[in-house]
Protein backbone atom coordinates (compact mmCIF):
# COMPACT_ATOMS: atom_id res chain seq x y z
CA UNK A 1 0.00 0.00 0.00
CA UNK A 2 1.23 3.50 -0.99
CA UNK A 3 2.52 5.66 1.57
CA UNK A 4 -0.34 8.82 2.07
CA UNK A 5 1.13 11.96 0.52
CA UNK A 6 0.88 14.98 2.93
CA UNK A 7 -2.09 16.44 0.66
CA UNK A 8 -4.26 13.38 1.40
CA UNK A 9 -3.34 13.46 5.24
CA UNK A 10 -4.63 17.20 5.14
CA UNK A 11 -7.68 16.49 3.57
CA UNK A 12 -8.73 13.75 5.40
CA UNK A 13 -12.03 14.62 7.23
CA UNK A 14 -12.60 17.78 5.10
CA UNK A 15 -14.87 18.17 1.95
CA UNK A 16 -11.81 17.15 0.32
CA UNK A 17 -12.00 13.69 1.70
CA UNK A 18 -14.27 11.25 -0.57
CA UNK A 19 -14.02 8.64 2.18
CA UNK A 20 -15.30 11.04 4.71
CA UNK A 21 -18.18 9.34 6.88
CA UNK A 22 -20.67 12.37 6.63
CA UNK A 23 -23.06 10.18 8.82
CA UNK A 24 -20.95 10.63 11.66
CA UNK A 25 -20.37 14.36 10.72
CA UNK A 26 -23.62 15.02 10.75
CA UNK A 27 -24.07 13.64 14.31
CA UNK A 28 -21.76 15.37 15.59
CA UNK A 29 -23.23 18.35 14.44
CA UNK A 30 -26.37 17.92 15.88
CA UNK A 31 -25.00 17.15 19.33
CA UNK A 32 -22.41 20.77 19.50
CA UNK A 33 -25.84 22.45 18.17
CA UNK A 34 -27.78 24.18 20.72
CA UNK A 35 -30.88 22.41 21.70
CA UNK A 36 -33.84 24.87 21.20
CA UNK A 37 -37.04 24.89 23.74
CA UNK A 38 -40.37 23.26 22.33
CA UNK A 39 -43.88 24.70 23.80
CA UNK A 40 -45.68 22.04 24.86
CA UNK A 41 -49.22 21.94 23.02
CA UNK A 42 -51.64 24.20 23.49
CA UNK A 43 -48.86 26.91 25.13
CA UNK A 44 -49.42 29.17 21.75
CA UNK A 45 -53.46 29.77 23.00
CA UNK A 46 -55.19 33.23 24.00
CA UNK A 47 -55.58 31.77 27.15
CA UNK A 48 -51.84 30.65 27.59
CA UNK A 49 -50.74 33.90 25.95
CA UNK A 50 -52.34 35.54 28.76
CA UNK A 51 -50.61 33.50 31.23
CA UNK A 52 -47.39 34.58 30.18
CA UNK A 53 -48.21 37.92 30.74
CA UNK A 54 -49.96 37.07 33.96
CA UNK A 55 -46.54 35.69 35.01
CA UNK A 56 -44.26 38.55 33.56
CA UNK A 57 -46.41 40.71 35.23
CA UNK A 58 -46.43 39.68 38.82
CA UNK A 59 -42.15 38.95 38.07
CA UNK A 60 -42.09 43.07 37.44
CA UNK A 61 -44.27 43.96 40.35
CA UNK A 62 -42.07 41.80 42.49
CA UNK A 63 -38.45 43.33 40.91
CA UNK A 64 -39.62 46.49 42.28
CA UNK A 65 -40.88 46.11 45.36
CA UNK A 66 -36.96 46.34 46.76
CA UNK A 67 -36.61 49.58 45.15
CA UNK A 68 -40.13 50.88 46.11
CA UNK A 69 -38.65 49.87 49.85
CA UNK A 70 -34.84 52.29 48.84
CA UNK A 71 -37.42 54.74 47.84
CA UNK A 72 -39.65 54.97 51.20
CA UNK A 73 -36.11 54.81 53.09
CA UNK A 74 -34.71 57.99 50.85
CA UNK A 75 -31.87 55.93 49.90
CA UNK A 76 -33.19 54.67 46.00
CA UNK A 77 -30.28 57.46 44.72
CA UNK A 78 -27.56 55.67 46.60
CA UNK A 79 -25.15 58.09 46.88
CA UNK A 80 -22.61 58.49 49.57
CA UNK A 81 -24.91 59.74 52.14
CA UNK A 82 -27.97 57.42 50.70
CA UNK A 83 -25.63 54.52 51.35
CA UNK A 84 -24.94 55.82 54.75
CA UNK A 85 -28.47 56.41 55.83
CA UNK A 86 -29.45 52.78 54.34
CA UNK A 87 -26.64 51.56 56.94
CA UNK A 88 -28.08 53.50 59.81
CA UNK A 89 -31.54 52.24 59.07
CA UNK A 90 -30.27 48.33 59.06
CA UNK A 91 -28.32 49.24 62.37
CA UNK A 92 -30.68 51.18 64.72
CA UNK A 93 -33.68 49.28 63.12
CA UNK A 94 -33.31 45.65 63.36
CA UNK A 95 -37.29 45.41 61.53
CA UNK A 96 -36.17 47.63 58.88
CA UNK A 97 -33.06 45.35 58.20
CA UNK A 98 -35.12 42.36 57.75
CA UNK A 99 -37.90 44.07 55.66
CA UNK A 100 -34.71 45.03 53.29
CA UNK A 101 -33.66 41.44 53.27
CA UNK A 102 -37.70 40.07 52.23
CA UNK A 103 -37.36 42.60 49.43
CA UNK A 104 -34.47 42.12 47.96
CA UNK A 105 -35.76 38.27 48.26
CA UNK A 106 -38.34 39.24 45.65
CA UNK A 107 -35.89 39.52 42.64
CA UNK A 108 -34.23 35.69 43.54
CA UNK A 109 -38.84 34.44 43.69
CA UNK A 110 -38.99 36.79 39.89
CA UNK A 111 -36.26 34.83 38.90
CA UNK A 112 -38.05 31.03 39.97
CA UNK A 113 -40.81 32.11 38.65
CA UNK A 114 -39.28 32.57 35.63
CA UNK A 115 -37.35 29.42 35.50
CA UNK A 116 -40.77 27.76 36.46
CA UNK A 117 -43.04 29.01 33.40
CA UNK A 118 -39.76 27.50 31.26
CA UNK A 119 -40.92 24.60 32.61
CA UNK A 120 -44.41 24.99 32.36
CA UNK A 121 -44.30 26.01 28.48
CA UNK A 122 -42.30 23.26 27.86
CA UNK A 123 -45.30 20.92 29.35
CA UNK A 124 -43.68 20.22 32.98
CA UNK A 125 -46.26 21.93 34.89
CA UNK A 126 -45.96 19.75 37.59
CA UNK A 127 -42.57 21.16 38.50
CA UNK A 128 -43.97 24.67 38.38
CA UNK A 129 -46.40 23.86 40.69
CA UNK A 130 -44.04 22.41 43.36
CA UNK A 131 -42.50 25.46 43.17
CA UNK A 132 -45.49 27.77 43.39
CA UNK A 133 -46.98 25.72 46.26
CA UNK A 134 -43.00 26.28 48.09
CA UNK A 135 -42.83 29.65 47.19
CA UNK A 136 -46.17 30.65 48.73
CA UNK A 137 -45.27 29.19 51.69
CA UNK A 138 -42.44 31.48 52.27
CA UNK A 139 -44.45 34.57 50.90
CA UNK A 140 -46.40 34.06 53.72
CA UNK A 141 -43.76 33.79 56.07
CA UNK A 142 -42.49 37.15 54.52
CA UNK A 143 -45.71 38.25 54.99
CA UNK A 144 -45.58 39.48 51.73
CA UNK A 145 -49.15 40.17 50.76
CA UNK A 146 -47.75 41.06 47.04
CA UNK A 147 -45.95 38.06 46.61
CA UNK A 148 -48.59 35.99 48.05
CA UNK A 149 -51.60 37.54 45.77
CA UNK A 150 -49.39 37.08 42.85
CA UNK A 151 -48.23 33.46 43.41
CA UNK A 152 -51.93 32.93 44.74
CA UNK A 153 -52.75 34.18 41.48
CA UNK A 154 -50.69 32.11 38.71
CA UNK A 155 -51.25 29.04 40.92
CA UNK A 156 -54.95 29.26 40.61
CA UNK A 157 -54.20 30.29 36.39
CA UNK A 158 -51.89 27.53 36.19
CA UNK A 159 -54.16 24.82 38.37
CA UNK A 160 -55.86 22.63 36.08
CA UNK A 161 -52.65 21.85 34.10
CA UNK A 162 -50.71 21.28 37.14
CA UNK A 163 -52.64 19.16 38.84
CA UNK A 164 -53.06 16.66 35.43
CA UNK A 165 -49.28 16.75 35.67
CA UNK A 166 -48.14 16.84 39.47
CA UNK A 167 -48.61 12.94 39.78
CA UNK A 168 -46.69 12.01 36.81
CA UNK A 169 -44.00 14.57 37.90
CA UNK A 170 -43.33 13.18 41.03
CA UNK A 171 -43.94 9.45 39.67
CA UNK A 172 -41.13 9.90 36.97
CA UNK A 173 -38.72 12.24 39.32
CA UNK A 174 -38.84 10.71 42.19
CA UNK A 175 -38.74 12.19 45.42
CA UNK A 176 -34.75 13.33 45.05
CA UNK A 177 -35.36 14.78 41.63
CA UNK A 178 -38.36 16.52 43.21
CA UNK A 179 -36.69 18.28 45.66
CA UNK A 180 -33.79 18.99 43.13
CA UNK A 181 -36.59 20.84 41.05
CA UNK A 182 -37.93 22.53 43.82
CA UNK A 183 -34.29 23.33 44.99
CA UNK A 184 -34.16 26.75 44.73
CA UNK A 185 -38.01 27.71 46.39
CA UNK A 186 -36.40 25.66 49.04
CA UNK A 187 -33.93 28.32 49.99
CA UNK A 188 -36.05 31.01 49.59
CA UNK A 189 -38.32 29.09 52.01
CA UNK A 190 -35.11 28.41 54.42
CA UNK A 191 -34.40 32.40 54.35
CA UNK A 192 -37.77 33.48 54.71
CA UNK A 193 -38.20 31.18 58.17
CA UNK A 194 -34.75 32.40 59.40
CA UNK A 195 -36.31 36.15 58.63
CA UNK A 196 -39.67 35.26 59.97
CA UNK A 197 -38.26 33.72 63.45
CA UNK A 198 -35.83 36.89 63.61
CA UNK A 199 -38.68 39.21 63.11
CA UNK A 200 -40.75 37.28 66.15
CA UNK A 201 -37.62 37.47 68.25
CA UNK A 202 -37.62 41.32 67.91
CA UNK A 203 -41.22 42.01 68.25
Avoid at 142 to 157: E, F, K, P, S
Amino acid sequence: MAKKTRAMEAAAGTKLDPNRDVSELDRVQKALKPKESKLAPGMNSKREQLTRRMFATVEVVLVVIPFALLAMSGTLNMGVAAVDNLQTFMKEDPAFAISFITACLQCFVAYLLRLGYRHYSEGDAGALGGNLVVLLCAEMLMTNYVGIAGIALLLWRTWRRVTDQLRDWTGERGAGGALADVSGSLVVLALAAICFFAGAQIQ
